[in-house]
Each structure stands twice: as structure tokens, then as C-alpha cells.
């Protein structure tokens, strides 16, 4: 499982921490490593919202997955990675990919072209994640985990701020 895992990528992060309450909204291109040889690279730009992201207790309302997965399998692999790195509550993520464009370069050129982009551009709010083709839904899964993991300590900050936290 963690062969899985590690085999998917975040080459570029974003800065910003996930809000407390509501919505954050989670930009990505995921470029994608094809399947069989002398096939093209695909990239596929896409969001991911997440809703209310709290950290708790294990045993507590489970996290809901909406969109991320091509097949049953991915679902229960996320599900498994997911029990054993995290323990998230009160959570729903949704993913909106976009149209996928297929380019013919190899996986480090294509990275290397989108953070020019995004460099030009000054965006700072867009991730680029790389996976093979068969574990898109995972390689999201892993970018949002972290995201939430990362954003923890400024939420709890919030909380106690808030006067919801002793």
C-alpha cells in the first residue's frame, strides 16, 4: 500500500491553509503517466471542494468521497490508505475535473511547462500533481489529505480563538 501511495506525486503545493469552516477550493492539473508504452502524457485540470474539514476522533462520521474514482477498486483502495493515515470527520470532498488534454511529451517536460505557467501567470493557488493514469483518484486523494493535515494547526488556532477550543 505504501508502494501505492508514494507512487503518486505533488511537484508543485500551494501555500495557502484550508478554512476552518465552509469551503476551500483545492485547484490541480494532474499530469498523468500513461499506462502502456509509447502512449501520450494527459493532463486534466481540475477542483476539488472540500467542506468543513475537521480533524477527530477515529469511529467518528466517516469522510464522503465524491467523483474521484474510475472504478470500485480505487474506492476501496483510498478507503484502505485513508483508515491508515488520518482519521477525518464532518468531511466532503467533491472533485470537478475538466477536459483532458493529451500532449506528447514526456511526464518532467510537462511538469516543467506548467510551473513556467503558473510562474508567468504569478498563480499561486494551483497544485500540479503527477500519477500513473490508473491512480488519478488517489493521487487527488493524497493532495487533499495533505492539505488538510498541513492546515490543522492554523484551524485549531481558529478554533481556540473562537472560544470553540480551551
Do not use: C
Request: aromatic share 8%; hydrophobic share 40%.
Amino acid at each position: 500500500m505504501k508502494r501505492v501511495w508514494n507512487s503518486v506525486r505533488i511537484a508543485r503545493s500551494v501555500p495557502y491553509s484550508l478554512f476552518t469552516f465552509g469551503v476551500s477550493d483545492l485547484e490541480y492539473y494532474l499530469v498523468l503517466k500513461p499506462q502502456a508504452e509509447n502512449s501520450q502524457v494527459k493532463i486534466r485540470k481540475g477542483e476539488i471542494k472540500i467542506t468543513k474539514p475537521l480533524i477527530v476522533r477515529p469511529g467518528d462520521a466517516s469522510l464522503e468521497f465524491q467523483d474521484f474514482y474510475e472504478s470500485e477498486e480505487n474506492d476501496s483502495l483510498v478507503q484502505f490508505l485513508m483508515s491508515r493515515t488520518a482519521a477525518f470527520s464532518n468531511l466532503k470532498l467533491t472533485n470537478h475535473a475538466g477536459k483532458e488534454e493529451i500532449v506528447s511529451d514526456q511526464v518532467e517536460e510537462v511538469v516543467d511547462r506548467l510551473n513556467q505557467k503558473l510562474d508567468r501567470e504569478d498563480e499561486d493557488r494551483i497544485a500540479i500533481l503527477v500519477a500513473p493514469e490508473a491512480l488519478a483518484g488517489v493521487a487527488l486523494i493524497r493532495y487533499a489529505a495533505e492539505r488538510i493535515i498541513s492546515s490543522a494547526p492554523e484551524n485549531l488556532t481558529e478554533l481556540r480563538e473562537k472560544g470553540f477550543l480551551p
